[in-house]
């Protein structure tokens, strides 16, 4: 199953950097079970998880190189 940050990583690549629409297929994604998270402790809603993701890989870089291949 692939992790989170490549399924978030291959949406920003599909949907460019539209935060809101890669926010919702993210989280719709694990809602499906195409993706989950290897902890759920705090019972974390997708929705608030894939935002929380979207902030973290935007502050660690994770995105570099993607949004140029996009345009």
């Keep these: 199953m692939p992790k989170q940050r490549d399924v978030l990583r291959n949406l920003v690549f ?10 919702q297929e993210c989280a719709d994604a ?9 902890s759920n402790k705090y019972d974390i809603a997708p929705d ?20 140029e291949k996009t345009r």
Aim: no cysteine; charged share 40%; net charge positive.
């Design 30 to 38: 694990e809602r499906r079970g195409e993706v989950q998270r290897k």
């Design 14 to 23: 599909r949907f460019g950097m539209n935060e809101e629409k890669v926010i």
């Design 48 to 67: 608030t998880y894939a935002r929380a993701l979207w902030r973290d890989a935007i502050r660690k870089g994770w995105f570099s190189g993607i949004e």
